[in-house]
Nanobody, 121 residues
Framework: QVQLVESGGGLVQPGGSLRLSCAAS????????MGWYRQAPGKQRELVAR???????NYADSVNGRFTISRDNAKNTVYLQMNSLKLEDTAVYYC???????????????WGQGTQVTVSS
């Protein structure tokens, strides 16, 4: 099995910054795409950013230029640096990781437990 542990959420004022981390552990042969999603109250979960094993990235239009996704393959960890935070960034943020546990198996997708990010003055 694979576990994802998220950290770094919290309360921040508009214009502030936070850095989220998500570490994968367990039986891991390789990791493909790693990403961050978020879900605000009453809204659907949406993609925030994703990064491939080749370090290609893409972002939601609403965060492009403010958020930066990165990964440390040696630590099986994905990060989300969030700058210039806005009230509308308030949501529960979930990491999402595609893991291959054995070389003969396909990739399975795992979700983190979620971490609350609240932007408020």
């Amino acid at each position: 099995q694979v576990q994802l542990v998220e950290s770094g959420g919290g309360l921040v004022q508009p214009g502030g910054s936070l850095r989220l981390s998500c570490a994968a552990s367990g039986r891991i042969f390789s990791i493909n795409v790693m990403g961050w999603y978020r879900q605000a109250p009453g809204k659907q979960r949406e993609l925030v950013a994703r990064i491939t094993s080749g370090d290609s990235t893409n972002y939601a239009d609403s965060v492009n230029g403010r958020f930066t996704i990165s990964r440390d393959n040696a630590k099986n960890t994905v990060y989300l640096q969030m700058n210039s935070l806005k009230l509308e960034d308030t949501a529960v943020y979930y990491c999402n990781v595609a893991v291959r546990q054995l070389p003969t198996r396909p990739y399975d997708v795992y979700w983190g437990q979620g971490t609350q990010v609240t932007v408020s003055s």
